[in-house]
């Protein structure tokens, strides 16, 4: 995230997913369907789809205790080291959903943003497409195109039932908070509202009284406990939780913290599908969708960045689970791109997000039945 002001451009930019809309779309699915979109900041695909790196289990990495995070993480097969690293994804959504972006399967999924950070990122899975000129920084700017959860929010059914609660200070921002007028709860912020559960109410405290590892981001937990509450009280049908340490720990150099901040990425996955299915509201009408903003390097010396220098960067991974979502698995001979997850996101909730933003791509291809 920490690329400043590279400096906005003022061109119009008229790039879109022109071939992917040539693709026939699929039957919409049920209207009374709810989607949770998680993401990952930076997470790279190598540890996605192979779990720990042995070569980075490291003093060079930044681990401190290498034999004991290669106790934890490393096995013989990378089968089982992905399972030990993320068991929800590779042992339910690998089996009950789908996965891409697995490039042993001639299946790469990649950002389409030359930039290769935070914002440009964001703002193209949410809005379908890359704008290169006009979001070019991760600055404190109002993204002038529209996302699909201010799309959503206007749609009928889904008013006031749209959030966003995350990590990163820069959110409110790139969701265009208040034009879309969603809830937007993020960085190192206390809950809003007057109508505020007890368990808010110490989160509240535990944000004031947590150290600061980053000015502009919260850590995974505070947003993760957060997101859970607002989920309970609110019942969003659409909501959407950005978790950011992963790349935090990239930056500094931590792979250990790196790996244990997926480690519990996955394990919330874990709780938030469970408690889905303990809740009338979204037992067996929910989608949970999963993605990273970008990828990182794929060197022992560059993995702990990304941009537009930085060669590998623009490759990255999703997966997606919920009732509408046919078991294939890791998906073979199928390309992805960033840009096609605002459509998907629409689509699993019922929604045609090309029909009212043309320059989206289209959603993932095969994603639903
Ligand atoms: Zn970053």
Redesign the pocket.
Known sequence: ???WLVGIGSVVCLIAGMSSRLIAADPPGRSDSNVIYITW??FRWQEFFGGAQELYISKDAGVTDVAGVKKRFLRETEQERREVLLPFVWTVIAKQGQIFGDQSQNSPARIENKHK??YPGYSEMFCGFPDDERIASNGKFPNPNVTVLEFLNGRPGFEGKVAGIATWDVFPFILNEGRAKIYVHAGITPIPGNDLSDRQLLLNDMIADTVTLWPDNQIDAITIQAAREYLIRKKPRVLFIGLGET??W??GRRYDRYLNAAHRADDFLRRLWDLLQSMPEYKGKTSIVIAP??G?GGTIRDWT???AKVEGAEYIWSAALGPDIPALGVRKETEATLSQIAASLAKLVGEDFNAASPKSAKPLSGLMK
């Open positions: 995230m920490r690329r900041d930076g950070f935070s790349d935090e990239g930056h903003d970008h990182r960045d990304h941009g």
